[in-house]
């Protein structure tokens, strides 16, 4: 059995069209979406509607790791639109469209961060089968899906404005993988809360990894952890215990899938 796992897709659909060559299965966890394009700012939703320019300041603040500053910035530029989630949906939707048409082998999908899970359902037809908070058999073993990412601790989410995040609070994603069981394949958008896996050496901070995850590899053993969200981690690849951890990201650049065989 060959499955093939991809994550931070981020709108790259020719990439994605090609991911499932070979494999009897593909794996997608998450990040499907090109919400802001840091490599080419003329691409991605916020380049498409306020341009490379507008988008290079916002890129420029949010590298600076002024977040206030990118925030407000931001907040100006919806401002500046009539219906800006109505634009923000549309163009959602539009990716989508093209996205999912993009995957071509059977494939379980679970929502990233930069997602809309909730208009998922839209899109996946036939051969897709989309999978968060639950666990599925593939070619006799138990692969076990979250999606999602963590709030920082003590914030609130957030569920209005023209994008909204799938961020989860900590209560609310380990009781996700509370409810997988025990599983040969654990599968989720955002790393086990190892300082290695969360790192991210070019945003020199941590992402916020799930200490839910790492208790669950460390009690079941599955055979392999895989996730995304840490565009360029510290380390892409350990060992806990038995399990190999692997990111499988930043699909958008690399363009190779990981691979899982037995």
């Known amino acids: 059995m060959r499955v093939h796992v991809v994550s931070d897709v981020h709108g790259n659909a020719e990439a994605l069209a090609r991911a499932g060559d070979g ?3 593909l794996i997608v966890l998450g990040d499907l979406i090109d919400f802001v394009d840091y490599h080419d700012h003329s691409r991605g939703i916020l380049g ?3 341009g490379a320019e507008k988008v290079a ?13 990118a925030g ?9 639109l009539d219906d800006p989630a109505a634009m923000i949906e549309e163009a959602v939707r539009e990716q989508y469209k093209t996205l999912f048409a993009a ?3 059977p494939t379980y999908a679970t929502p990233g961060n930069v997602d809309i899970p909730a208009l998922w359902p839209e899109f996946a037809g ?9 666990a599925v058999t593939i070619g006799g073993l138990r692969f076990g899906f979250v999606g999602g990412a963590l709030l920082p601790p003590h914030i609130q989410p957030r569920r209005t404005g023209p994008f909204v995040p799938y961020l989860r609070t900590h209560d609310e994603f380990d009781e996700a993988v509370a409810g997988l069981g025990d599983v040969d394949v654990l599968c989720s958008h955002i790393p086990p809360d190892v300082p290695e896996l969360t790192y991210d050496v070019l945003a020199r901070r941590a992402e916020v990894g799930s200490g839910g995850l790492l208790d669950l590899i460390h009690r079941a053993r599955p055979r392999w952890a895989v996730f995304g969200h840490v565009h ?3 380390a892409a690849r350990m060992r806990v215990g038995r399990t190999e951890c692997a990111n ?5 650049r690399t363009q190779w899938p990981y691979v899982l065989a037995w």
């Open 248 to 252: 499988v990201g930043h699909f958008q």
């Open 126 to 134: 036939d051969g897709i089968e989309v999978v968060d908070g639950r």
């Open 23 to 25: 494999a009897d299965a």
């Open 232 to 234: 360029q981690p510290l």
């Open 72 to 80: 407000a910035y931001a907040r100006e530029l919806w401002m500046s």
């Open 48 to 50: 498409t509607i306020f």
């Open 103 to 105: 995957m071509t082998v």
């Open 57 to 69: 300041v916002f890129a420029s603040l949010r590298r600076e790791r002024q977040h206030g500053a």
